[in-house]
C-alpha cells in the first residue's frame, strides 16, 4: 500500500507540464508523436470533449434526483389521508350507527396500519421501489374506496370489516412514507436531513389540499374526503413511476456540490414555507366553488414549481463548470489521491470512531444504567433488529415519541368531536386545516439544524426534547380555557410539535442506528402510533360517554347522544399533559446519552472539512 501511495503521490499535478492529460507512462509500442503542435491541440481538444461529456453525465444525474426528490414530495403531499379522517368521521359515525368507543377503535384501526409498516420494509428485499409504490396505492384505492361506497349506502358492510378496511388505509400510508425514506437516503446521502425533512414535511399539507378540494366541487359533501383519499394517490403514483423507475444510485458528491446542493434545498424550503402560508390562508376563509377552483389551481402552480426550479439551477452549474474547466488542463483524477491518503490514515486511539461501547468502571443503580451504561458513541452504526432492541437508546427514543408525536396525532383524531362538544362545530375543517398546515410549517422547522450546524452545533435529540414543550403547554392550556382562541392556539402549538417530531425522528433512526437499516428500525419505532392511539383514543372516549350521563348539558343530535361542554374532555386533557410531561424527560434523558456522539461527529466532519480546504 506504501509503494502505491507513492506512485499516485508522484503523480500528482507539475506546474512545469500545463498540458498533462494522462499520468500513465508510455508503453514499449507506443511512438511519440512526430509532430509536438498536432499532439498539443489533440490533447487539448480531448481533454475539451471528456469533460463535455462528464459534465453533461453529471447534470442528467443531477436533474434526474431532483426530479425524485420532487416526486416524493409529490407522493408525501397526496398520501397524508390520515390527516383528514375528522373531516368525515362525524358522517361515518352517524351511517353506521356506532358510538363514539367504536369511532375511536377505527381511528386506531388506521394508526394500527402502522404496525405493519415494516413488512414494506421487508418487501423492498425482494421487490423494485416502484412495484411497493403501486401496492401501497392500490391498498389505499380497497380502503378508502370501499369505505365510501359504504357512506354513500351503496354497499352495506359490518363494522369488523369496516375496521380491517380501516387498517389496509393505514397500511398504505406508511408502505408510501417507506418508499419515500429510501428514495431521499439513496439520492441524497451527503444532504439526508434536509431531503428527509423537506419531503415528509408536505405530508403535513395534505388535510389542507384535500380540504381545497372538497372546497372546488362540493363544500357540503364530507362524503368527498373518502373518495379522494382513494384516488388521488393513485394518480399520484401514476404520474410518479416514471422518475422512480428509471433511477440510478448517484455518485459521491465533492464539497463544492454538496454546498451547492444544499443552497438548492435552502430555495426549496423557502418555496415550501410560501406553500404552506398560500394553503393555510386560503383554508381559514369561506370559499365559493368557482374562487376554490382558481385557488387550487394556484396551489398546483406551486407543486410543479419545485420540477423547474432545481433543473434551471443545475443547468447554470453545469454551465459555468463546464466553461472553466475546458480551460483548466489538471487531470482531476489525480486530485483524488488526497481522499485515498486520508482512507489510508490510522486513526488514532482517541479518534476511533468504530467503537461504541463505553468504557467505565461498573457502578450499581438503574439510574446509573439509563444515563451512561452503553451509551452511543459513535452515529450511523447499523443496528439489526436484534441489536436495536436491547439499547437502552431505543428504549428512551420510542417512549418519547410515544409520549410526543402519537399523542398529538391521537388529538388530531379527536379533533371533531372536541371541537363539536365545546360548541365550534362549524370550525372543525379549519381547525384540521390548520393542524395540518401547523404540522407542514413543524416538519419544515426540522430542518434547522441542518442550515444551522456551522453557527449552532446541537445535538438532534436536543431538538427532538425542544419540540416536546410546545405540546405540553397546549395540552394545559386546553384544560384552562375553553374558549376558540385557546382551542386555535393548542392545535396550532400541538401541529407544530407533532410535525417536527414526524420528521426529525427519521433522522434521528439514521442517524442512531444506521441509514442502511432505517426502512425497517423506524418502522418499529412507529409501531407505538398504534399502541398509543389504543390507549389515549380509549382514555378520551371513556371520558366522552361518561360524561355523557353526567353532564346537565348533553344533547340529542341526529338521533345520537352529543356531550357539550369543558367537562367532556377536561380530564383528557389533563392527563395527555402529564403523558406529554413524561416523554419530555425520555428525549431529554436520550439527549444526554447521545450527546457524546453528535459531539464527536462534528468534530470529524470539521476535521474532514478544513483538511479539504487546506488541500484546495
Excluded at 381545497?212 to 413511476?241: E, G, K, R
Amino acid at each position: 500500500m506504501k509503494n502505491k501511495t507513492l506512485i499516485r503521490a508522484n503523480t500528482l499535478y507539475n506546474p512545469f507540464r500545463p498540458f498533462q492529460v494522462s499520468r500513465k507512462p508510455l508503453k514499449i509500442h507506443q511512438k511519440p508523436a512526430l509532430n509536438p503542435i498536432l499532439s498539443l491541440k489533440t490533447s487539448f481538444f480531448s481533454h475539451f470533449s471528456i469533460h463535455i461529456y462528464k459534465h453533461t453525465d453529471v447534470m442528467v444525474g443531477e436533474s434526474r434526483k431532483w426530479m425524485i426528490l420532487v416526486a416524493g414530495i409529490w407522493i408525501q403531499a397526496f398520501t397524508g389521508t390520515n390527516f383528514d379522517f375528522s373531516s368525515y368521521s362525524t358522517s361515518l359515525k352517524s351511517v353506521m350507527g356506532i358510538s363514539q368507543v367504536q369511532l375511536n377503535y377505527l381511528s386506531v384501526a388506521s394508526d394500527m396500519g402502522k404496525a405493519f409498516g415494516w413488512c414494506s420494509g421487508i418487501s423492498l428485499l425482494y421487490f423494485p421501489l416502484w412495484l411497493v409504490m403501486l401496492i401501497a396505492a392500490f391498498m389505499g384505492l380497497i380502503g378508502y374506496g370501499l369505505q365510501w361506497l359504504v357512506i354513500q349506502k351503496i354497499i352495506d358492510l359490518p363494522y369488523f370489516l369496516v375496521f380491517l378496511l380501516c387498517l389496509l388505509a393505514g397500511c398504505s400510508i406508511c408502505w408510501f412514507n417507506t418508499v419515500c425514506y429510501v428514495l431521499c437516503i439513496k439520492n441524497f446521502p451527503a444532504n439526508r436531513p434536509l431531503a428527509l425533512s423537506l419531503s415528509l414535511s408536505f405530508s403535513g399539507l395534505s388535510a389542507a389540499l384535500y380540504n381545497l378540494i372538497v372546497n372546488s366541487i362540493n363544500s357540503n359533501d364530507d362524503t368527498l374526503y373518502l373518495l379522494l383519499n382513494a384516488i388521488v394517490p393513485l394518480i399520484t403514483s401514476l404520474i410518479a413511476l416514471l422518475p422512480i423507475v428509471r433511477q440510478h444510485i448517484p455518485d459521491a458528491l465533492p464539497p463544492e456540490a454538496v454546498r451547492s446542493e444544499t443552497a438548492i434545498f435552502l430555495y426549496l424550503t423557502a418555496l415550501a414555507v410560501v406553500t404552506g402560508f398560500y394553503l393555510l390562508l386560503i383554508n381559514s376563509v369561506s370559499l365559493n366553488v368557482s374562487i376554490a377552483r382558481i385557488l387550487l389551481g394556484g396551489a398546483m402552480l406551486f407543486l410543479v414549481l419545485p420540477l423547474i426550479t432545481p433543473g434551471i439551477l443545475c443547468a447554470r452549474e453545469w454551465a459555468s463548470r463546464a466553461i472553466h474547466s475546458s480551460f483548466n488542463m489538471i487531470n482531476n483524477d489525480d486530485l483524488d489521491v488526497h481522499t485515498e491518503l486520508m482512507e489510508m490514515e490510522t486513526p488514532s486511539t482517541d479518534d476511533n470512531l468504530f467503537s461504541i461501547s463505553y468504557n467505565s468502571k461498573q457502578k450499581e443503580g438503574s439510574c446509573y444504567n439509563v444515563l451512561f451504561k452503553d451509551k452511543l458513541m459513535v452515529l450511523g452504526e447499523e443496528h439489526s433488529v436484534r441489536f436495536l432492541i436491547h439499547r437502552w437508546d431505543f428504549w428512551l427514543y420510542y417512549l418519547a415519541y410515544f409520549c410526543g408525536g402519537t399523542i398529538g396525532l391521537v388529538y388530531s383524531n379527536n379533533l371533531g368531536q372536541i371541537s363539536e362538544s365545546l360548541g365550534y362545530n362549524t370550525e372543525v375543517s379549519t381547525l384540521v386545516s390548520l393542524y395540518s398546515g401547523c404540522s407542514f410549517f413543524g416538519r419544515l422547522l426540522s430542518t434547522t439544524p441542518d442550515f444551522l450546524h456551522k453557527k449552532v452545533c446541537y445535538a438532534r435529540t436536543g431538538w427532538l426534547a425542544l419540540a416536546l414543550i410546545p405540546t405540553t403547554i397546549a395540552f394545559f392550556l386546553l384544560s384552562l380555557s375553553g374558549s376558540k382562541i385557546a382551542l386555535i392556539a393548542a392545535t396550532a402549538l400541538i401541529g407544530l410539535s407533532s410535525g417536527f417530531v414526524f420528521s426529525v425522528a427519521v433522522s434521528i433512526t439514521s442517524e442512531l442506528f444506521g441509514p442502511n437499516s432505517v426502512g425497517v428500525n423506524h418502522n418499529i419505532l412507529i409501531t407505538n402510533i398504534p399502541l398509543g392511539s389504543i390507549l389515549y383514543g380509549l382514555l378520551a372516549a371513556l371520558v366522552y360517554e361518561g360524561n355523557i350521563g353526567n353532564s346537565q348539558e348533553a344533547v340529542l343530535k341526529d338521533g345520537r347522544m352529543v356531550c357539550m361542554g369543558r367537562n367532556c374532555y377536561f380530564d383528557t386533557f389533563v392527563w395527555w399533559g402529564f403523558i406529554s410531561l413524561f416523554g419530555l424527560a425520555s428525549s431529554s434523558l436520550l439527549f444526554l446519552r447521545t450527546k457524546a456522539g453528535y459531539e464527536r461527529s462534528t468534530k470529524c466532519k470539521q476535521k474532514t472539512s478544513f483538511e479539504l480546504l487546506t488541500y484546495e
